[in-house]
């Protein structure tokens, strides 16, 4: 068995094409006084991030992940390394902070983007969409299947805004941290892979069942998966800490050391030093 029959998926489109033109008007209407190269430049990274997502469910990806769990696998990566990162990197920090005007979004926002918390939802999340019982639900409703695409997509926002978050009252964290706070991030997803790559027995026993798309066996399949979840995954991640280090090296080479995200700490000593001296004034 070759590709599946080709299929537009109608409402996919429908709705990306509907966030699109939201983020348009949006952009267009906050545009006054704004920096127009900057939003044209935000733009490009936006439309990226959607047609990261529309690649990811529509056809062949959308119609082979139902039969590979390889491909179902480069779905999960499109939803939650791939397309977060172009979505926030592409939203003006001014529609953000309309977003976030509600107290109790504001609240809720800050808490689960804390570098701690977010690398935890995360992992939790991508252990949950690989456990067999999930998987296996997915396969077997569309509902599921929508709604877990959903909550991969929040939990990749989630994970990557500590690194790119536009808001400097919400910041993203210094390159150092960053770095390391990727590091860690591409450490995790090694156990589950592990099961799916030296395994052998079939954690999925939907796709034993599956259609033998192109002659790949379910246990081969399986292993590709892991591997995908493995290295690919990895290395995104790894290139984003090479891009955050070259970035922070040219900065420090053309600022110097006093420049490079000292400041913040410097705010809160001064801070610090300032309420320690309120009591003393007469």
Do not use: C
Not at 136 to 150: F, I, N, T, Y
Not at 263 to 274: C, E, K, P, T, Y
């Amino acid at each position: 068995m070759g590709l599946p029959p080709f299929h537009v998926h109608l409402e996919v489109i429908l709705l990306l094409a509907g966030v699109e033109v939201g983020y348009l008007l949006a952009v267009r209407r906050g545009r006054v006084g704004s920096d127009d190269a900057g939003d044209r430049r935000r733009i490009v990274l936006f439309s990226l991030g959607m047609l990261a997502l529309l690649a990811a469910m529509s056809w062949p990806i959308h119609d082979l992940a139902e039969d590979l769990f390889s491909v179902h696998m480069v779905q999960h990566l499109l939803f939650e390394l791939v397309a977060p990162p172009l979505l926030i990197a592409g939203m003006p920090a001014r529609l953000l902070r309309g977003l976030l005007r509600p107290r109790p979004v504001e609240v809720v926002i800050r808490f689960v983007t804390r570098p701690l918390v977010a690398l935890i939802i995360f992992n939790a999340v991508l252990l949950l969409i690989h456990w067999p019982a999930v998987v296996e639900l997915q396969l077997r409703s569309e509902v599921a299947h929508d709604l877990l695409h959903l909550l991969m997509l929040a939990s990749g926002l989630v994970m990557w805004w500590p690194v790119m978050s536009p808001l400097p009252e919400m910041p993203a964290l210094s390159p150092p941290a960053q770095m390391m706070y990727l590091f860690f991030q591409s450490l995790a997803p090694t156990i589950p892979a592990s099961f799916l790559t030296f395994g052998s027995t079939l954690l999925y026993p939907a796709y034993a069942t599956a259609p033998r798309v192109w002659g790949i066996s379910a246990l081969s399949d399986q292993l590709v998966a892991g591997l995908i979840m493995k290295i690919a995954g990895g290395l995104y991640l790894w290139g984003f800490i090479a891009v955050i280090f070259f970035r922070w090296h040219d900065r420090e080479e053309r600022e110097g050391w006093d420049a490079l995200a000292l400041h913040g700490v410097q705010r809160d000593v001064r801070a610090g030093l300032a309420k320690k001296a309120e009591p003393s004034r007469p």
